[in-house]
């Protein structure tokens, strides 16, 4: 093995690591007796520089301008322009969580905080990038424990203990049983290495695998009936790591899931297929119901938003069971939109109601058009596009993953062949989610500002601004031209 | 490029009044009246400079190659009435809410979304570009009501909204099936692309396969024109909308339904169509009668005009279930008639004479022919325009429409009967209603305003007027203006029908 090779493919991780410790080192030693503001200030700095050096690096591999190594032993890393470009993503959507946590002082435990914020994105980092059972295993465990740490961050609510011990029970079975699924997969293939893995066929111990690994993923993806945690947590934690655990960990687990599947894909027989797709259906067409019809009654608005992660959980699995290259390039570009309008959301809600001291009810957003015209424009951004209207990019994201599942079996010329059965339901539940995100909008844009309205707008920030901002923009451009992305991720 | 001049200078026109303060409402107005203006007089040079037949003012440019999407815009005879009519109410739109005040910036940013993402229906080529202007239409229709409407306007607001994604869920399966199953006519092999051009002219669905994608289409689309038995979002949305907003949807929207179901549905799927057509045909009957029954049972002046519009477009149905020249000749006339009459309307009742009296239920008006008396004429000479008077544009195109179900073999006599019938409503429920309005004495006794007489039209109003009425009576004395320009077009699609 090449180590010089090695250390510049991994150089982007390695300088999120120092800036990992250098925000620790820092705010033990000389910060000791400042006050808050300035140590979340500095924390949030180095943090930033960390990552903003990362991603230039990142930036340079996809380029082409540095040279990468194609992969490692047993596919610990592979990285070519398709994870690389999900890797970058990450970490930008990583640097924009910062300012958000910057401006809500939850702990005086402030390194930790931006250290547990660090070590997650890196975690998924790894996630993308890993072919191999192992090594994603590990990644997603570093994933999860920061997240579960971060949930509980905040030791003034009660709340916030409860959510994140019942996401830390939850989590760690979920583990257990995508643990056993790989270990089973192992067994079954004598591989640990996924892109090795050919040939599967439908034997009972590999369909078992899948269906623990659908499990073990379910739980991380809010995939109904795994999805009982989600509620909660989102409720509960933090408002920007709410919007992480939404956005960052989504993509680290559904780019497992394909990364998973894709021997399944490649497989020549279609039988391991055609095994797993009904478990696949059923978790769809469950997850639209839980989530679009629970969050019809939710009135808090972190709620809610939990409750459509849990339904779109489920559209993105119409992708999944497409079983083909556009499936999977639709799942991944649907969890990249859906996560940056749902960050974009969370960071709405983060700015607005950090001064609030509880949790926000729908209406207390109301009259925001008046006293926050900025934000309210852009919560429509982010809002329509998790509901999916065009030109946003959440409407392509859908319609992509529609394509590819009508476009598994393009022959299918009867409505009672091919998926478009599952298509009609995911449309239909499309049109039900409709009723509550414009219910939220209209608190937003609709309603009078002096109508039980209990947020009083306190400076945004530059920072969080131009966070809020470049996320807007990104869920329009992508929805305008979303070729290049599309390029990038078919690598 | 130059009808694309539409769509950009509208959503330019939304951003430039939404970024205006709300406090410069005066300077807005104008803004809009530009806007709109501009937009008119765009379609009015598309419409000049045509010369029939085929599509016009192409433009072609690769979108989403990857899947098949491309932006492919331009026009012909069939959506030139229509880019017209929406040039016509969008303007008569801002003249009639000249006097709005309340967060006025943000109610043109959403008026001028709504137009744009209209004109971009009528101009788009692909599939997918029209899906998404014609979804881009539906949300600010939603704040439209639920910001600026009446009565009970959260409720409507939600429910014409929810109606009009159901319908596109519709039509968004029926248009996937369409890409996956497009054939190239001659050699047989997939076309999987989203060009209504390309689509159009050599591509074919397998007939089994229209048989069952045409209904998704055609009714999805059909919601949208206010198709029975989903027609209910139509009168609580205009009833609750703010006038220029319920200008727009009887005008304009109405017709997005009803120009995807000629278009897409009728257009790509002939098979289908022809299979379905006695269908919609009996709809389209259901519609006009039951549309008129309704109206004649209404007690809000609104809502009669509501019912009127959905019994209207029950014409416009069955004009396009004869498939025949005549027939579907008439459907795009009276979309273009229904469009300015409907709209006027909406604009005597919702500003002009509400404005006035403060109230619209007809028992509680006490013979306004003498106390309006240049309102009073103005609405009776609409509302005969409306129920199909001679000289107006709604006769020839019920004319067409009439004949062309006489001429249609796969059409049974009773359809002709029963549109018959509800022509006969028609007179029934517009001179009643005339009557409540203007001639009747209160029920009532009243408290003594019973001889105040109201101010007569401001100018505004009386532009707005003269412009929806001047065009609804230069089509009804020339029809052959739009009929040349419309019927070589559909000559072209007809050419492609199978034969039956």
């Known amino acids: ?234 409720q509960n934690a933090p408002t920007p790591v709410a919007g992480w655990i939404g956005s960052g960990s989504k993509i680290a687990a559904a780019a497992l899931l394909i990364a998973l599947l894709q ?51 489920g559209y993105l699995l119409v992708g999944v069971v497409a079983f083909s290259a556009a499936g999977n390039t639709s799942v991944i570009f649907y969890i990249l939109v859906y996560s940056l309008a749902s960050l974009g959301a969370f960071g709405v809600v983060a700015v607005l109601t950090d001064t609030l001291g509880r949790d926000a009810e729908i209406n207390d957003f109301n009259g925001c058009w008046k006293t926050t015209p900025g934000l309210a424009v852009a919560f429509l951004i982010f809002v329509l596009s998790l509901a999916g209207i065009p030109p946003l990019a959440g409407f392509l994201g859908k319609f992509y993953l529609f394509f590819a599942a009508i476009g598994a079996a393009p022959e299918a010329a009867s409505w009672h062949d091919g998926f478009y059965w599952l298509v009609a339901f995911a449309l239909i539940m499309s049109v039900v989610s409709l009723y509550y995100y414009l219910r939220v909008l209209k608190a937003f844009l609709v309603a009078p500002a002096d109508d039980g309205a209990a947020i009083a707008p306190s400076k945004i920030g530059w920072a969080a601004g131009v966070t809020l901002c470049v996320l807007a923009l990104a869920v329009v451009a992508l929805g305008l031209w979303p070729e290049p992305l599309l390029g990038l991720l078919r690598n | 490029m130059t009808a694309l001049l539409t769509i950009i200078l509208s959503f330019i026109g939304a951003l430039v009044c939404g970024l205006m303060p709300s406090s410069a409402h005066r300077r807005i107005r104008w803004v809009a009246l530009a806007v709109a203006a501009a937009g008119l007089a765009v379609s009015m040079v598309c419409c000049l400079n045509y010369s029939g037949g085929d599509f016009a003012d192409l433009v072609k440019a690769d979108w989403i190659p990857s899947l098949g999407i491309g932006f492919i815009t331009g026009y012909d005879g069939i959506s030139l009435p229509l880019l017209l009519v929406t040039g016509l109410v969008a303007v008569c739109g801002v003249l009639f809410s000249w006097t709005l005040e309340t967060r ?45 409407g009446g009565a009970r306007r959260q409720f409507a607001a939600m429910k014409l909204v929810l109606y009009s994604f159901g319908g596109s869920a519709l039509v968004l399966l029926g248009m996937l099936a369409v890409f996956f199953l497009a054939q190239d006519a001659t050699s047989g092999k997939a076309l999987e692309t989203f060009s209504l051009l390309d689509l159009q002219q050599h591509g074919e669905v397998p007939r089994e396969a229209q048989q069952w994608i045409f209904p998704l289409i055609f009714v999805g689309f059909a919601i949208m024109a206010g198709m029975w038995p989903f027609h209910t979002w139509a009168p609580t949305g205009h009833v609750a909308a703010p006038t220029a907003a319920s200008m727009l949807l009887a005008g304009v929207v109405m017709k997005l339904g009803a120009y995807g179901c000629l278009r897409v549905a009728v257009g790509l799927l002939p098979a289908g169509a022809q299979a379905w057509a006695p269908w919609v045909a009996v709809v389209a009957i259901i519609n006009i009668v039951y549309g008129a029954l309704v109206a004649l049972k209404q007690d809000d002046f609104k809502y009669v005009i509501g019912y009127s ?100 073999e796969s059409l049974s006599g009773w359809i002709v009967g029963g549109a018959g019938l509800g022509i006969l409503l028609t007179f029934g429920y517009t001179l009643v209603k005339i009557h409540e309005a203007f001639f009747r004495e209160r029920k009532t006794s009243d408290p003594g305003d019973a001889e105040i007489s109201y101010p007569a039209m401001t100018l505004p109003e009386k532009i707005g007027v003269a412009i929806l009425l001047g065009s609804a009576l230069l089509i009804g004395l020339c029809p052959w203006l739009l009929t040349d320009k419309i019927s070589p077009s559909l000559e072209l699609m007809l050419e492609r029908f199978p034969p039956n």
């Open chain 2, 309 to 408: 519009s959905v019994s209207h477009m029950g014409f416009v149905l069955l004009g396009i279930a004869t498939l025949n020249l005549t027939g579907m000749t008439g459907a795009v006339l009276q979309m273009f008639s229904h469009g300015v009459i409907g709209a006027l309307l909406f604009a005597l009742v919702g500003t002009v004479i509400y404005s006035r009296t403060k109230t619209r239920m007809l028992d509680e008006l006490h013979r306004l022919i003498d106390r309006m008396p240049g309102i009073a004429w103005v609405f009776i000479v609409a509302s005969l325009a409306s129920m199909g008077l001679p000289g107006f544009s709604g006769f020839i195109s019920e004319l067409y429409v009439l004949i062309g179900t006489w001429e249609s």
């Open chain 1, 1 to 234: 093995m090449d180590y010089q090779q090695l250390l510049l493919a991994l150089l982007p991780d390695l300088l999120v690591v120092v800036a990992l410790f250098a925000a620790l080192g820092v705010d033990y030693s000389r910060l000791r007796g400042s006050r808050l503001a300035k140590r979340y200030e500095v924390a949030c700095q180095i943090s930033a520089a960390g990552l903003i050096a990362g991603l230039a690096v990142l930036v340079l591999q996809i380029a082409g301008t540095m040279p990468v190594m194609d992969s490692t032993a047993d596919g610990q890393l592979v990285l070519n322009t398709g994870t690389l470009t999900l890797k970058a993503l990450l970490y930008a959507m990583g640097l924009g969580v910062l300012p958000l946590a910057k401006r809500d002082h939850i702990t005086p435990q402030v390194s930790e905080y931006f250290a547990l914020l660090l070590l997650a994105t890196l975690g998924m980092g790894f996630v993308v990038t890993s072919r191999n059972l192992l090594g994603a295993f590990v990644a997603l465990e570093l994933v999860s424990l920061s997240l579960y740490a971060m949930t509980v961050l905040n030791q003034a609510r009660r709340a916030s203990a409860e959510a994140a011990l019942k996401y830390l029970t939850f989590g760690a079975v979920a583990s257990g049983f995508l643990l056993f699924g790989l270990s089973y997969l192992y067994g079954a293939t004598g591989q640990l290495d996924l892109t090795q893995m050919t040939g599967l066929t439908d034997e009972p111990v590999l369909v078992l695998a899948y269906l623990l690994i659908f499990v073990g993923l379910g739980f991380k993806l809010a995939l109904a009936p795994f999805h009982l945690w989600a509620p909660d947590v989102y």
């Open chain 1, 263 to 313: 021997p399944v894909v490649d497989a020549p027989n279609p039988k391991l297929k055609e095994a797993l797709i009904p478990a696949l259906a059923a978790l769809a067409v469950l997850s639209m119901v839980v989530g679009n019809l629970g969050a019809l009654r939710q009135t808090n608005l972190k709620r809610l938003l939990a409750y459509s992660a849990i339904a779109n959980a």
């Open chain 2, 104 to 148: 006025a910036n943000q109610f043109y940013a959403f008026y001028f979304a709504l137009i744009g993402g209209v004109y971009g229906v009528f101009l788009s080529l692909d599939l997918f570009l029209l899906f998404v202007f014609y979804e881009i239409a539906v949300v600010p229709k939603y704040f439209l009501i639920a910001i600026w």
